[in-house]
């Protein structure tokens, strides 16, 4: 099984970058799907994430600006970032959950088990 991010880059504030995670090995249509992100010295942290009835929970720093979708077709799940901030500047993971056909949708990182390799971003001011 392997989830792999892509998209990040380097970008001015207030700009925008869009997020893919595509899975391989398994199929997560009926799993939670999140992302969570990592900035230096700094512990991981939950950013947002979508249940399989498309239910989506997110923190509050990035509401408003960051919307979250999946395409189980795909089976990849997309991080829509606009209005970026300096302090969004991280590395993003993307993560499935373990529990098939929950409507639950997780926010601690013990509570995933599938994760990506990463993809940094970098918003500059």
């Known amino acids: 099984v392997q989830l792999q991010a892509s998209g990040g880059g380097l970008v001015q504030a207030g700009g925008s970058l869009r997020l893919s995670c595509a899975a391989s090995g398994r199929t997560f249509s009926r799993n939670a799907l999140g992302w969570f992100r990592q900035a230096p010295g700094k512990e991981r942290e939950f950013v947002i994430a979508?249940?399989?009835?498309?239910?989506?929970t997110y923190t509050d720093s990035v509401k408003g600006r960051f919307t979250i979708s999946r395409d189980n077709a795909k089976n990849t799940v997309y991080l829509q970032m606009n209005s970026l901030k300096p302090e969004d500047t991280a590395v993003y993971y993307c993560?499935?959950?373990?529990?098939?056909?929950?409507?639950?949708?997780?926010?601690?990182?013990?509570?995933?088990?599938?994760w990506g390799q990463g993809t940094q971003v970098t918003v500059s001011s």
């Open positions: 979508i249940a399989w009835t498309g239910f989506s």
């Open positions: 993560a499935a959950d373990r529990n098939s056909g929950s409507g639950y949708v997780p926010r601690s990182v013990d509570e995933y088990d599938y």
